[in-house]
């Protein structure tokens, strides 16, 4: 067993033990009264799960395991002569409650690469679809094609007891994402790059393997990938990837399965394919008014009108958020390194000044705020990744890290099938009328 295994076992184990009495003692303690409308609406702060992984404060934005996301750039180990956290470190940390050693970094970084073979009926899968298939159908599908391999769905066949479903399911997870990068990079070669793929070079780290598998080897853009692949990872357990793939997998259904039905959420424009719609809009936009720099006027023009049209402004709002998104912050930093005269960069900073009043003044939208999605494209276009349409895939990738461990915690919680109560319209006007 390898000892971060071992680690999480011991971490596991400490934790069932406090929630048990933390339950015994305190099981019949409220927190909170559920309203009408939240019920209609979307759930919007009912507290109904339990993700070790992260928590969200609308004010301050995403913490791992405590860390906010300028300490997990300042803590986390870092490739040599990189200054951006390795996603390996945070995936420790998210699985552990522990800051890594470059030690215990090197040691996911090398099991992933060992495990990172992906069987050929999986690229037969991905090379049955027409090339023009978005990205994300192809990266779940090709996901569905995996589960063939999942360790979990072999041992439940055969009869395992319910104390060792964590185990399996840490196997799955572990191979599951060392695989990720290779389908994401032949699916992007696939389609955009007439089929000339690139072979993994298994003495890279993960992210550093992936720039490389797509086809940028420039130092910059893999320190882009790293950075990309920690901010992207988890963003608690509400949102609709991690909460689709914690959902399948309380049916028991293998990691493989679940990661799947994560992905076919966050392939929904409101959720993980927001990153394209950005540069759709932004791309429109500046097809419309015939320049690469539109002025901060033009911009908010721009704004109205996509409002005028009842649509949303993709980037911006956030259903928990209140505040700028630090994942943005972070991606901003970025530019203003590696990259503060791109034309796109620039305009993504106009429509940060611009839009927020004018949402806000809209008087109905509760976070004016850009959120993570707003900066990725750009910055991805910068290095000469500008097909919009795998920027999702990229997302999915990366949030692999975070919903795959909080599965690991709900197999070695013990936690049960969710199944919350729904009700009708007829049940609610009975019960109003019922005072
Ligand atoms: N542009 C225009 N209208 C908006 C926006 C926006 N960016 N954000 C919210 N609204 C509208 C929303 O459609 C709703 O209108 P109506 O009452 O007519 O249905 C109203 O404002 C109130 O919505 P909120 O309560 O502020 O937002 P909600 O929690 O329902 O939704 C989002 C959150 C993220 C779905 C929403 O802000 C949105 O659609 N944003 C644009 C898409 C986006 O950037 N998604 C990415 C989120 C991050 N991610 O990666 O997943
Ligand atoms: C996410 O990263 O999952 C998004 O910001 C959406 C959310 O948190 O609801």
Known sequence: MGYVKDLFKEKADAQNKEIKSILEQHGNMKIEDVTLAQVYQGMRGITGL????????????????????????EKLPKAEGGNEPLPEGLFYLMLTGEVPSGENVEHISSTWARRSHVPNHVFDVIEAFPV???????FTAAVLALQTESKFAKAYNEGISKKEYWSYVYEDTMSLIARLPRIAAYIYRRKYKG????????????????????????????????????IHADHEGGNVSAHATHLVGSALSDPYLSFAAGMTGLAGPLHGLANQEVIRWIEDMCKELNSDAPTKAQIADYIQKTLVAGKVVPGYGHAVLRKTDPRFTAQMEFAKTHCPNDPTVQTVWNVYEVAPPILESTGKIKNPWPNVDAHSGALLKHYGLIEEEFYTVLFGVSRALGVLSSLCWDRALGFPLERPKSITTEWVKKFIAKG
């Open 50 to 73: 339990v993700t070790e992984t992260s928590l969200l404060d609308s004010n301050e934005g995403i913490r791992f395991r405590g860390y906010s996301i300028p300490e997990l750039r």
């Open 132 to 138: 023009s298939t978005h990205p994300m159908t192809q």
């Open 195 to 230: 089929g000339e793929h690139i072979h993994p070079d298994g003495m890279l780290d993960w992210s550093a393997n992936f720039a490389h598998m797509l086809g940028y080897d420039d130092e910059s853009f893999k320190e882009l990938m790293r950075l990309y692949m920690v």
